[in-house]
């Protein structure tokens, strides 16, 4: 993990983001792709029409009706995760990068590490009870497998 998250994204993943403070996402330069930063320890296991699925939280801290800033969150980078969760809804495929925090129990989590060797691909959201959103897990790629995905959408 020699590159910083933000150039990892602009230079490996060919997503730039918009602001490398408060971006946890970016559109693919080439491709109706949508790539976001996911917590590891998000990653759930539930029922889907009968099948057990995994899927990475994708909704940010206050983008499911239950959090307390639901209605009036108007930062810059929730408004953008927003338009990057409708982008899935509508069709985008999404690819996770996972991150680790330094510590969980923190207020606001920080990077720690991110994988920097492959993404996960999903192209379902579903919403939980509490109305999270989750990005179903469909496949791991290698990033090499990730650019030749992008390249032949």
Known sequence: MSLS??????????????????S???????????VLR?????????????EQVKGYYVGGASLYAGHKFFEDDTRAGTNERRRH?????????????????KDYSADKWEIERYND?????????????????????????DLHNFRKLATNK
């Open 24 to 34: 946890w996402g970016a559109e693919h330069n080439d491709q109706d792709i949508i």
């Open 38 to 50: 996911v917590w590891g320890k998000e990653l759930r296991n539930f029922d889907l029409d009968g």
């Open 5 to 22: 998250i933000s150039k990892f994204f602009d230079i490996k993943l060919n997503a730039p983001l918009k602001n490398i403070r408060w």
């Open 117 to 141: 060797k492959s993404v996960f691909i999903g192209s379902k959201l579903v919403t939980n009870e509490l109305g999270q959103k989750f990005v179903v897990v469909d496949k791991r790629l």
């Open 85 to 101: 969760v409708e982008a899935i809804e509508q069709g985008s495929l999404c690819a996770m990068v996972v991150c680790q925090a």
